[in-house]
Nanobody, 128 residues
């Protein structure tokens, strides 16, 4: 049974940090690129960041560049999103997703439909 379980969300003041984790099971984690998406109230789900199978290639949306870092530990079947200097506009439910990938070099996808498996999400709330 495939599972992606996010954790690490919470309430933080603007300028603070959070580290999200996503633990995967039920599939061969190292053969999947991983992504983080978010959905704010009243808005569509949007791409945040992605990482290749081995972690050598990453991609992120411009609004989080320099603040968020995606990483993974294939030995632990876990992908992380380190979020620093959080802003109120980062408030959203954050989802991790898995994208089967033939190559360790990508390409990395930003479209929701490219991803095969999804977690249930973790809430991040940033107060001003």
């Amino acid at each position: 049974q495939v599972q992606l379980v996010e954790s690490g969300g919470g309430l933080v003041q603007a300028g603070g940090s959070l580290r999200l984790s996503c633990a995967a099971s039920g599939f061969t984690f190292s053969t999947y690129a991983m992504g983080w998406f978010r959905q704010a109230p009243g808005r569509e789900q949007e791409f945040v960041a992605a990482i290749s199978r081995t972690g050598g290639v990453t991609d992120s949306v411009d609004s989080v560049k320099g603040r968020f870092t995606i990483s993974r530990d294939n030995a632990k079947n876990t992908v992380y999103l380190q979020m620093n200097n959080l802003k109120p506009e980062d408030t959203a439910i954050y989802y991790c997703a898995a994208d089967f990938s033939l190559s360790a070099l990508g390409p990395l996808h930003r479209k929701i439909l490219e991803y095969n498996y999804w977690g249930q999400g973790t809430q991040v709330t940033v107060s001003s």
